[in-house]
Nanobody, 125 residues
């Protein structure tokens, strides 16, 4: 059974930073691409970043490009999302998840399966 457990969310002022972590289990970590999506109240789900299983190439939504960095640690079966220069519009529940389908085309509209419980990120002005 796939399990994804997120942590690291919190309250931060605009311009600040947070680092999200995701502990993965229940599948062969090296064989699956993995990423993050977010869900804000009243807004559609948005894919934020994914990292390819084949070569570790990161892919980002335009809204976070240059501010967020996704990385993975194969030894720990973990994936991270470093979020810098946070904006109030980054406020959302962030989920670690497994992308499926043609996610390489546009991360922001990617489909995902098997996500965790989410971690709340709140950015104040």
């Amino acid at each position: 059974e796939v399990q994804l457990v997120e942590s690291g969310g919190g309250l931060v002022q605009a311009g600040g930073s947070l680092r999200l972590s995701c502990a993965a289990s229940g599948f062969t970590f090296d064989e699956r691409s993995i990423g993050w999506f977010r869900q804000a109240p009243g807004k559609e789900r948005e894919g934020v970043a994914c990292i390819s299983s084949s070569d570790g190439t990161p892919y980002y939504a335009d809204s976070v490009k240059g501010r967020f960095t996704i990385s993975r640690d194969k030894a720990k079966n973990a994936v991270y999302l470093q979020m810098d220069s946070l904006k109030t519009e980054d406020t959302a529940l962030y989920y670690c998840a497994l992308p499926v389908g043609t996610w390489l085309v546009d991360v922001s509209s990617a489909d995902f399966e098997s996500w965790g419980q989410g971690t709340q990120v709140t950015v104040s002005s």
